[in-house]
């Protein structure tokens, strides 16, 4: 019994020791200071992933709008006819997913420090050759940018009325339904 009430005294001084508040006080501090600097290190390894992607998506865009100018370059008959509702629709959905990313590029590279990167220039095509006789429709380009405010439209007669007016003889039919 003796050894128990040793132990258990030498437990409480350890215990309620100065010395064992302030080094728990300062091992809670390190350790918040530890979770800190991490959550700050991955959120920055989030953004270096997505400006990287980025970075990956404009070399394989320009590498295509080359190849794409070469392959053109080397074909002599005109198939952009055949080819324009596939541009129009891929032009599309790449200005749908711009506009979604451009946001959070711009906060990535701003909590990395990273400047914009300047704009990609479009690479000229050569011109295809005139076609035989029969002029094609040619449908306006796509806009590659996000899409420019709707102006209001002038109307020189009132809009119609969402309501709408029904008028028509009813009968009745009271003991149809009953």
Known sequence: MDKIKEQANVVSQLLFSADTSEIYKKALARTWDILREVGILLWLV??????GGEWFYRTAVGLG???RAW???LSEKDSTADAQPITS??????DTVQSGTSYLLAQARQQLGIPA?????PVAAPAPAPAPSA????EPPTPSGPPAPAEPLIASEPP????ATVSADIE???DDLA
């Open 160 to 163: 119609p009325s969402p309501v």
């Open 117 to 121: 990167p300047e704009p990609l220039a």
């Open 135 to 138: 002029p094609t429709p040619v």
């Open 46 to 51: 989030i953004c270096l992933t997505f400006v």
């Open 172 to 174: 009745d039919e009271d």
């Open 89 to 94: 629709t891929g032009q599309a959905l790449l």
């Open 65 to 67: 709008r080359s190849t």
């Open 71 to 73: 392959y053109v370059g």
